[in-house]
């Protein structure tokens, strides 16, 4: 110990003088998400690894991707940051431009060698281009040799995130594209059980084809399970978590914590308010079948509704079927409150940032589509649906 004791300044004097001024995760992340590319290359001349994680999606070129901010990833990756890294939820940068839909970036990722396609079952960018909605994302992944069966960790196929989410143009660009229509997940469901459960009929026809969606409209709505609708949630919660970040990078923690609680109550607010709002189903009371002989292409078939369809506005939030917050939330809040009573203000922020974690965990396994600038997707519920 006196040895260690006797080292430790010499050692102290041998470090750069610079080095007290690299960023923690928290600040890293901020600045990052800002496009400071000053600070950014400050840091890095200054000894900080190019592949350092901030406190929100994973390295700085993964932050980077999200924003869609190219030079920003350019920096990062002239540092010898790894394209193909992946955070500690699985993720890559590719997945990341893909769920926001960033086709500049998903292109110079891909350019640059970034992997379209995943090892095993996990979720790749197709995947999350789908769930999210971006055709042109979408179709440039196809492009480049995106394998349009790709298996999530549970099983389940593109075809099924959009059959889930309605994605009526992408559905057909992923059939056109070759998606098999008959493959089943873990939980020993299709495409068609999934478009048929959230009401997306017009998809069920394309994926079955006449006589299996005919088959299917027969069937009592119930049997097909309850839909659960992604919704994101309120733009209330993301600015303020948005602002605790900055208070917190700023070091001013107090306004930090109130910024955070303030955050979370919005995100129990938006969740009890999806669950209180009954719609009815739209169920189909008849099909008529129109057809010609020896023309088997002509055929059509068309459902009948004794309730009209609802505008999509309406039907968000329609038959969630979603628990409470996991005990895990509670555990973390009442730890923060404890230690912010005891003046640990730093060790609060982390306790709420982990709160705020768990419930959006507990909303994404719920059917909500979380910002993943704020809390990145957990493995056991991804930002796509399980």
Known sequence: MKILALLFP???????????????????????????????????????????????????????????????????????????????????????AAWRGKLPAVRWLIERGARINREGREWSALHYAVFAGHADVVRYLLERGADTNALSTN?????????????????????SAGARRDIVNEQGENALHWAMRHN???????????ESFGVAATRPAASWGAPIRSQPLPDRADS????????????????????????????????AARK??????????????TAKRNKPEAQSATLNYAIPALPEAARVGAGDTASPPADASEDWLRRARALEAAGKRKEALQAYRQAAASLRAASVAAGLAPSLSLVPAARQGPAPPP
């Open 240 to 271: 303020l978590m948005a602002a605790a970040r900055r208070m917190e990078a700023a070091g001013r923690r107090d306004e930090a914590l109130g910024l955070y609680r303030s955050a979370l109550a919005a995100i129990r607010q938006a969740d």
């Open 276 to 289: 209180i709002a009954p719609v009815a189903a739209r169920a189909a009371s008849g099909m008529v079948i």
């Open 10 to 96: 010499l050692l102290l004097g041998l470090m750069p003088a610079h080095a007290a001024s690299l960023p923690d995760p928290v600040r890293f992340s901020f600045l990052v998400e800002q496009g400071d590319i000053a600070s950014v290359r400050e840091w890095l001349d200054g000894g900080l690894p190019p592949d350092f994680e901030g406190s929100s999606i994973g390295s700085g070129l993964m932050i980077s991707a999200w924003e869609g901010n190219i030079p920003m990833m350019e920096l990062f990756h002239a540092r010898g940051a790894d394209i193909n890294k992946t955070n500690h939820f699985g993720e890559h940068a590719l997945e990341h």
């Open 155 to 175: 099983g389940s196929t593109p075809l099924m995130m959009a059959a889930r989410e309605g994605r009526e143009a992408i559905a057909r660009t992923l059939l």
């Open 200 to 210: 997306n009929l017009n998809i069920a026809r394309e994926i079955g084809g006449t």
